[in-house]
């Protein structure tokens, strides 16, 4: 090496992904109201409706629990009483509403309504209320609502309900229920496959990923002409990306003109293992872990599985295992908490059948 020549060193860059921990609905008394934070920053059900929304698997589970929850036909028995699917004044859109505590009670384990009296005290209207606005003091008997708990102006200017009371004078009330009494706030029935749902939806964004930057996962680009400052660096970076990468630019060539040979840019496609084969793992192992959680099978939902041979009486033995398991109590702790308010008897559901032959109305 004569003293004219610069020596470089080889530089490599990695970056490695924060990977956030799942939030838990761990339970806290707001410092100022009296009213118990539902998970951190008060957002764990606002997490679950970006599951929700994010997640094919659970979106399929908490649809179709709350379709099967609403069955055939909703029908009200009172003459005067009526339940709104929300608030423009719709009348006895009973099936909508029933079907909206249903697919509450589905994602985040419990459900509630409002309930609203004439001066005279008379029950006349109960509206749906989406549960993931809802918080709750401590003995669940005093209820804020509001739709932005992420904004401090609306966490502090929250609406405040009374729980409902046959007796009580108060215009305005709610009926909250929970399918389970571990805590103030319920558990939801994903609890015990967060990481599936979290799993199946990064193996979504992996192949999203994967089709938009082809080209950064199986090759590695080398510019052999010595180490740039910083700002080349990323320059560089942005130029490479804008040409070569994206499904669209799939399988192109690559042209590069150098000084001389010995600074040639060289391309060297890595030997990856095959990540599509362990992601199809994962993807079936969460997909598993969802439906136990719900106990239900994805055939119920019209989700085909690798056992071709289900046939209609397996079907059947299934959907009886699951309407008994999950939708029949859904069904009775909605229907109980109605006539509570409107009397016995003031709503029958006609279950959701596989047949034309009626089955037990649930009352």
């Not at 006895?92 to 697919?103: G, M």
């Not at 799939?250 to 890595?270: C, D, L, P, Q, Y």
């Amino acid at each position: 090496m004569t003293n004219t020549e610069t020596k470089h060193s080889v530089q490599m860059a990695a970056i490695g992904r924060e990977v956030s921990p799942i939030p838990t609905p761990a339970e806290a008394l707001h410092t100022s109201k009296d009213f118990m934070l539902w998970g951190e920053d008060n957002a764990f059900p606002e997490y679950l409706f970006d599951l929700y929304k994010t997640t094919t698997d659970l979106k399929t589970c908490v649809d179709g629990l709350s379709d099967f929850v609403a069955g055939d036909k909703v029908t009200m028995n009172v003459a005067q009483g009526y339940i709104n699917a929300d608030k423009l004044n719709r009348r006895d859109n009973a099936f909508e509403t029933i079907q909206a505590l249903a697919r509450d009670a589905a994602l985040y384990g419990g459900f509630a309504f409002q309930v609203l009296r004439n001066g005279l005290g008379k029950v006349t209207e109960i509206y749906h209320v989406d549960f993931r606005n809802l918080r709750s003091n401590k003995d669940n008997d005093t209820f804020y609502y509001s739709e932005d708990w992420a904004n401090r102006f609306s966490r502090s200017r929250a609406v405040e309900y009374p729980t409902f009371m046959a007796k009580s004078p108060a215009i305005s009330s709610i009926v909250y229920v929970k399918l389970d009494d571990m805590a103030t706030y319920p558990m939801p029935i994903c609890m015990t496959a967060l990481k599936a749902c979290e799993i199946e939806r990064r193996i979504d964004d992996f192949h999203l990923n994967g089709l938009e930057n082809g080209f950064s996962a199986s090759y590695i680009v080398n510019f052999n002409n010595g180490v740039p400052t910083d700002e080349e660096k990323s320059e560089i970076e942005r130029m490479f990306n804008a040409k070569f990468a994206g499904s669209a630019n799939a399988g192109r060539i690559v042209f590069s003109w150098n000084e001389g040979k010995e600074h040639a840019a060289t391309i060297s496609k890595m030997d990856l293992q095959d990540f599509g084969e362990r992601y199809n793992s994962l993807a079936k192992w969460s997909r598993q872990n969802i439906y136990a959680a719900f106990r239900a099978n994805p055939n119920l939902f019209g989700i085909s599985t690798e056992n071709l041979g289900f046939s209609s009486e397996e079907y059947e033995s299934a959907f009886k295992l699951f309407n008994r398991t999950r939708v029949r109590p859904i069904q009775r702790r909605i229907v109980e908490s109605i006539e509570k308010v409107l009397g016995a008897g003031a709503i029958t559901i006609q279950p959701f059948s596989l047949s034309d032959e009626d089955e037990t109305n649930v009352q």
